[in-house]
């Protein structure tokens, strides 16, 4: 079982930046891909980025390339995403999941609370 606590949401100006940490419990983080979504308001939940359990491979979005960096540290059990040239767009619920899959796929098996971004325009 693993327990996953996003954190760094929060209110910024079109143009800023946020980072967003996922703090995760449990013993398997290190073999465990993990995924960043988001969910805005009457849309469907996407995937925004992912990692792979090394962290050696890397997934984003085409509307995050360039802007959204995924990374992990399996010593501190974490995984980060940050947030650079917020657009209005990007407001949504951010969710932290956990696949037991080590590659980086769409299945994903443990899921945060969620953290609220909003981007200013």
């Known amino acids: 079982q693993v327990q996953l606590v996003e954190s760094g949401g929060g209110l910024v100006q079109a143009g800023g930046s946020l980072r967003l940490s996922c703090a995760a419990s449990?013993?398997?983080?290190?073999?465990?891909?993990m995924g960043w979504f988001r969910q805005a308001p009457g849309k469907e939940r996407e995937l925004v980025a992912a990692?792979?359990?090394?962290?050696?491979?890397?997934y984003y979005a085409d509307s995050v390339k360039g802007r959204f960096t995924i990374s992990r540290e399996n010593a501190k059990n974490t995984a980060d995403l940050q947030m650079n040239s917020l657009k209005p767009d990007d407001t949504a619920v951010y969710y932290c999941?956990?696949?037991?899959?080590?590659?980086?796929?769409?299945?994903?098996?443990?899921w945060g609370q969620g953290t609220q971004v909003t981007v200013s325009s």
């Open positions: 999941a956990a696949s037991r899959r080590a590659t980086i796929n769409y299945q994903y098996d443990y």
């Open positions: 990692i792979s359990a090394s962290g050696g491979t890397t």
């Open positions: 449990g013993r398997t983080f290190s073999s465990y891909a």
